[in-house]
């Protein structure tokens, strides 16, 4: 591995070295005409990774919490109905983020490793008039995946704004934000998008616009405002200077390199590789006798997965040893099961090479437990199952 350690967590992940490279340049002016193109490639482009045709690109200096915080304070107003659709941590931070904003939020939450259903949802909606809901496409606490589409339908069929957190799926997950009908789809650049931390990424539909355009208080957050933003997207765009907040202007640049190399894969082939890399690798992890967090395979992620360790296995030192095999993982983040399962991100420039790694990393490991597995068996189901795709 040439002196370095695999980074295998779910984000920030391994960068590809083009992106990398643009990001090491010597800075420009953020009103330089190279920078202007660059910055209306990223907008064009996200609408063509989203799937929105119409959708308002925003691009802003922050992680990933500021893009729930953005989505939030430009929607919320004092005493609007919120509904939170949880299946792990980021829901329940994105309650908290609505109530700052003065939002009555009602959460529906998942037992770990399940999701909400469908008719508990509808039951909330039909209960009481909401003016957004929320939910988590990926939640990266518990590598548990929630199928959009029939959720933002209801959202529609309800009249109610849909938010997606899709900081762990966006480029990695499928998603047709226009033809599902999501309102707002947020990311962050450190996940499957592949740019290193420091950029918040939203695309807002043109009925959310609408709706910010008719409040009647001021947005409470200035930063986040659109009021300063919206002209600068728009400049930019149309290939002409503007300024709110000076640019991070070589994320954008790396962003922009990012973009054209996903576009390029092709964002269906993009999804495929990592649904076949996530399939191989939850049948290795189980052929091993691991166990995984979510249920079952139909709500598992396709970006990262959480694996329970096995019993008698200290977390910490499973974690120390991936590491001096020169492999680092995550552990667990959702408080009440954080100590009894890692995390292992498969997304962006994620290969096939990079799990076999993984997977044998991880039997290097276990074999110094008292876990009784045969050894080779999990790398060797990976590579069945990987060959028996192409
Ligand atoms: N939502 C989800 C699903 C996430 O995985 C994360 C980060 N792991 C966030 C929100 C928050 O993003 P950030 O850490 O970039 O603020």
Redesign the pocket.
């Known amino acids: 591995m040439k002196g370095r350690k695999l980074l295998m967590i779910?984000?920030p992940i391994e960068f590809e070295p083009e992106v990398l490279r643009v990001l090491g340049a010597q800075t420009t002016s953020h009103v330089a005409l190279n920078f202007i193109t660059a910055f209306g490639n990223c907008i064009r482009n996200m609408r063509k990774v989203w799937q929105s045709n119409d959708g308002q690109p925003f691009i802003v200096s922050g992680?990933?919490?500021?893009a729930?915080d953005m989505a939030a304070s430009n929607l919320i107003e004092n005493g609007d109905n919120a509904l939170v659709i949880s299946t792990g941590y980021?829901g329940k931070?994105y309650k908290d983020i609505l109530e700052r904003y003065g939002a009555n939020v009602t959460i529906l939450e998942a037992l770990p490793g399940n999701t909400v259903t469908i008719e508990k949802i509808e039951e909330a909606l039909k209960n009481k008039t909401y003016k957004l809901l929320t939910f988590?496409h990926?939640?990266?606490s518990t590598g548990v995946f929630v199928n959009p589409k029939p959720i933002a339908g209801l959202a529609k069929k309800y009249n109610v704004l849909s938010i997606l957190?899709g900081?762990?799926s966006v480029a990695g997950e499928e998603i047709k934000q226009e033809e599902w009908g999501l309102d707002i789809v947020l990311t962050?650049s450190?996940k499957a998008i592949g740019v290193p931390?420091g950029l918040a990424l939203l695309v807002v539909s043109l009925k959310a616009m609408t709706v910010w355009e008719q409040r009647k208080t001021l947005v409470s957050n200035y930063y986040c405002d659109w009021q300063n933003w919206l002209p600068v997207m728009k400049a930019y765009e149309e290939g002409k200077p503007s300024y709110f907040g000076t640019p991070p202007v070589n994320l954008i640049f790396a962003l922009e390199k990012s973009l054209e190399i996903i576009v390029t894969e092709g964002i269906e082939e993009r999804v495929k590789r990592h649904q076949n890399i996530a399939a191989a690798f939850r049948k290795a992890i189980t052929s091993l006798g691991l166990k995984l967090l979510p249920i079952n395979n139909s709500i598992a992620a396709n970006t990262l997965s959480a694996i329970y360790y096995p019993e008698d296995v200290n977390g910490g030192d499973f974690c120390t040893k991936m590491a001096a095999n020169d492999i680092i993982v995550a552990g667990g983040l959702l408080p009440e099961l954080k100590t009894t399962y890692f995390r292992v991100g498969h997304m962006g420039s994620v290969s096939t090479k990079d799990m076999i790694a993984t997977l044998s990393a991880i039997e290097s490991v276990l074999n110094t437990t008292s876990f009784k597995f045969k050894l080779g068996d999990g790398l060797k189901t990976f590579q069945q199952e990987v060959s028996s795709v192409h």
């Open positions: 779910p984000g992680s990933g919490t500021l729930m980021f931070r988590t990926v939640d990266t957190d900081v762990c962050a450190q931390p």
